[in-house]
């Protein structure tokens, strides 16, 4: 469906006067940041009633300008909050998560790309909270393999990093020092280094994309061993970023759902208001029970 009008299957979940409320209070009470705020996700309201949240570390500024988000743009000058691992594990523990989804902005202001402020915050979590599995989202770390390393050590659940969109609408959409293969290596370099950690990479539909790049980049992701996928509707959060180009039919989510099961993915999960953390613990799930038939 093409055109600027949101069609009706795009409808965010209005908020209620409960969870709600209460998460955003100790959310912004400790100080903390959520993707589920900064991004807009139009899933914010059904997480947040279930107890659940995603942080966004390392501040509310990345150094990266990526054409389809509303992170503010801006060098934090190598600035990092270091009680941000407690006040984490703490909210975590007062939410009584079981399950947590960590995401960052990028840094490259920082020598590491960040990797060691976030591999605090993974075991700090599990230091204060010993049963809750961690989901962390990370930043390419402009391919270092010993930024990598640092992540992977400190044994998150699930390690995901998104190519958001295919290859050659890479450059268009993403910031010019992301790169499409870049991705792609670092995916598979996790599960080289550890492959009892859990993949999973996402990619937004609706900027122009044809059919033959979706399968070649589920194919590219499938190469690079990735267990979980999503796919959802890219929506513009400002009138500074793209525009969409197209509303793709609720449909057609079943359709490449369908496809990427049977280019083998362990878990999918696609349609229009999926976003790389929707529903993160039921796929964690299914995939753990997979492996056990």
């Known amino acids: 469906m093409k055109g600027s009008s949101k069609p009706e ?44 949240a995603t942080f966004l570390l390392m501040g509310s500024y990345c150094t990266r300008a990526c054409k389809f988000c509303d992170v503010e743009t801006r060098n934090p000058h190598q600035f990092l909050d270091e009680e941000e691992p407690r006040k984490l594990a703490e909210a975590v523990n007062e939410l009584n998560l079981k ?21 605090k915050c993974i075991r700090m979590i599990k230091r204060k909270n010993p049963t809750t599995l961690v989901e962390i989202l990370i930043p390419d770390f402009k391919g270092n393999i010993l930024s990598l390393k640092k992540i992977i050590e400190a044994k998150p659940e699930v390690i995901g990093h998104n190519i958001e969109t295919t290859e ?18 670092v995916l598979k370099t996790i599960k080289e280094i550890d492959s009892t950690i859990l993949t999973k990479s996402s990619l937004m539909l609706g900027f122009g994309e044809t059919d033959e790049q979706i399968f070649s980049s589920l194919n590219d992701l499938k190469r690079a061993n990735v267990d979980i996928v999503t796919l959802g509707q890219y929506l513009q959060p400002s009138r500074k970023a793209l525009p969409v180009q197209e509303y793709v039919e609720p449909s057609e989510f079943v359709y490449w759902e369908k496809i990427a099961q049977k280019i083998g993915f362990s878990a999918v999960v696609s349609g229009p208001l999926v976003r790389s953390s929707y529903q993160a613990g039921i796929q964690y799930s299914k995939v753990k029970q997979l492996s056990k038939e």
Do not use: M
């Not at 100790?26 to 903390?32: A, R, S, V």
């Open 168 to 185: 050659i609408l890479t450059p268009k959409i993403r910031d010019r020092r992301a790169k499409y293969q870049q991705s792609l290596f």
């Open 9 to 52: 299957w795009i409808r965010a979940k209005l908020p209620t006067e409960t969870k709600f409320k209460e998460v955003n209070k100790l959310i912004d009470g400790q100080g903390l940041h959520t993707v589920c705020k900064e991004a807009f996700c139009p899933n914010r309201t059904e997480c947040w009633e279930s107890g659940t």
């Open 99 to 119: 399950f947590t989804v960590l995401t960052s902005v990028t840094r490259d202001d920082l020598p590491d790309g960040g990797a060691e402020h976030l591999a």
